[in-house]
Every structure is written in structure tokens, then in C-alpha cells.
């Protein structure tokens, strides 16, 4: 009894944090208000489920009346178990729709074997929702992206994009008709993991873009849980970061007027010493110790 009694606190604390992240982030970049149709897009995974789940128990709980619809993508993959989630959506009484598109089919035709299919496939899904958001008069579209997909990105761009470039919490569609919202974007994975294991969830695995060894976004990943399990507390310190830019001491010259060299109320920054104590930099780098000067270096 002990232990299903520490079981169930446990489930209850990640209930109310999961909750709270997602409540903080809807009110942080303003992605829900009064009279929204909010088009839940669901594909089978942890993710989606968690975040249709909160977004119940939030929307219970919510001052202003918002609906919820969820929509499936069954893009035509050979063995899709088609029926898990309509039989799942009736139980809880969602209002669901499923829309068929064999997109698997014209990513298999068009990739090479061996070669990435996640960029062509989530393009053509995109097309897809944005098709069905607009039928069913949808003012948001939910996507189930968390924290650690949002900084996986990030690097993926700076490392092989050559970019600064994460995925926004909230962002308008190019033809302006669409917004995407991001409820999970303050989530971790591990907590969303956990989650889907104390709802038991359905799970559907992807066999497409999920299946493949060589993505560049699984070695991000490995990468990233090494530097966590290492360092606790760099993830945090990295998410943080993307919400605490400092165009002016950058070097893209359309955020700031360089010629105008406006003044700035990080000067030290500008002279190039750094925020940290030695001791904070030793902290999170321990090989820098051996390398740390007695005394620092005079600026000139």
C-alpha cells in the first residue's frame, strides 16, 4: 500500500506540473482565448495524447469557453492500426475527425532509400492540416511539439542550417489564415514519457519518419541527454536562453543598426568579459579549471 500510495502522490504532482507548464505557456504567448476552435492534431504518439489530455483538464478548468476537436492524419501506412484512435476518442466523447491521405506512399516514391523522409513528409502533412483547420473553421492548431524537440531544433539549425533559429510557441501561417500553437513548448520529454505511461495511452508507433536510425535529430538528442546527465540543469539554462536574446550582440545586421552603434546597458558585454564568475564557468566546464589565468587579462 505504501508504495501505490507514493505511486499516486507521484502522478498527482506530474499531473499538476504538466498542468501548470501548459497553462503558463497558453498564457505566456497568448495562445488560446474566449471562442477558439482549437484543432488538436493528434498522431498516435506520447506527445499528442498528453497534450489532448491537458488540454481537457484545462479547458474545464478555464474562465473562457474554447473548444477542442482533434484530428488524425492517416497517411497510408502499411499495417496502421486504424481503429486505436476513433475507438479512443469515442471513449472520452472528443470530437474527432480522421482524414485519409496517402502521403506515405509519395514520400516512399520521391526519397531515396537510406535518405531522411521527416522534411517532404511534414510538409506535405502541413498542407493537409492547414486544409482541414480551414474546412473546420479551426482558429488554432495544436502541434504536439515539447521543450527538447524545441531545442533539438535550435541545434539543428546552428549546427547544419547555420542559423539561430528554434520553433516559435506561437507563430502565423505565411498566408496569414493559420495560427500554430505549441501548448507542450515548456514540457520535458522524460515528464511526457512518464505521463503517457500513468494514463496508458494508446501508443502507435511511427514506422516512417520514427523508424529511421540516421536521423540527425536522434544523435541532437543523445547529445543532448549526455550534456543533462553531466551537467543538470544545461538544458534549463539553454531553453531559457531562446526567450532572453540580445539582438545587439549578435552579427545579424537586419536586427540592429550597427552603424548607429546605439548604446547598450551590457557594457562589460561589449567589451567581451563574460557574465559568469570563474567559478560558474568551472562549475559547468570542470576541464577549464587547468586553464583558468590567475588573474584575468587586461582588455586593451
Known amino acids: 500500500m505504501r508504495a501505490e500510495e507514493k505511486a499516486r502522490l507521484e502522478g498527482n504532482k506530474l499531473d499538476k506540473r504538466l498542468c501548470r507548464l501548459v497553462g503558463q ?19 498516435g504518439g506520447k506527445d499528442s495524447y498528453g497534450m489532448l489530455d491537458i488540454l481537457l483538464k484545462l479547458r474545464q478548468r478555464s474562465p473562457v469557453p474554447f473548444e477542442l476537436i482533434a484530428v488524425n492524419l492517416d497517411q497510408g501506412h502499411p499495417g496502421f492500426p486504424s481503429e486505436v484512435l476513433p475507438n479512443y476518442l469515442r471513449a472520452l466523447g472528443v470530437p474527432f475527425q480522421i482524414a485519409h491521405q496517402d502521403t506515405y506512399s509519395v514520400v516512399k516514391r520521391t526519397i531515396p532509400e537510406g535518405a531522411t523522409m521527416c522534411s517532404l513528409c511534414s510538409r506535405l502533412r502541413r498542407g493537409v492540416l492547414y486544409r482541414l483547420a480551414g474546412e473546420l473553421g479551426a482558429t488554432r492548431i495544436a502541434l504536439g511539439h515539447h521543450r527538447d524537440d524545441i531545442l533539438e531544433t535550435f541545434f539543428l539549425n546552428l549546427f547544419y542550417g547555420g542559423k539561430l533559429k528554434a520553433m516559435p510557441a506561437r507563430l502565423r501561417s505565411d498566408d496569414g489564415k493559420h495560427v500554430l500553437i505549441r501548448p507542450l513548448a515548456y514540457v520535458s520529454e522524460s515528464d511526457l514519457e512518464a505521463y503517457a505511461q500513468l494514463r496508458g495511452f494508446p501508443i502507435i508507433p511511427c514506422d516512417l519518419c520514427g523508424s529511421q536510425e540516421n536521423l540527425q535529430r536522434k544523435q541532437l538528442k543523445l547529445m543532448l541527454q549526455d550534456w543533462q546527465q553531466r551537467f543538470p540543469g544545461r538544458i534549463e539554462s539553454m531553453f531559457n536562453a531562446l526567450g532572453r536574446v540580445v539582438p545587439s550582440h549578435l552579427m545579424d545586421r ?5 552603424a548607429e552603434a546605439a548604446g547598450t546597458a551590457d557594457e562589460e558585454a561589449a567589451f567581451g568579459q563574460d557574465e559568469f564568475a570563474p567559478r560558474q564557468v568551472i562549475q559547468l566546464y570542470p576541464a577549464a579549471a587547468s586553464l583558468a589565468p590567475p588573474v584575468a587579462p587586461e582588455i586593451i
Not at 25 to 41: K, N, Y
Open 254 to 258: 537586419g536586427l540592429h543598426d550597427f
Open 25 to 43: 505557456a497558453i498564457a505566456d504567448f497568448d495562445m488560446i482565448g474566449a471562442g477558439d476552435r482549437v484543432m488538436v492534431c493528434l498522431s
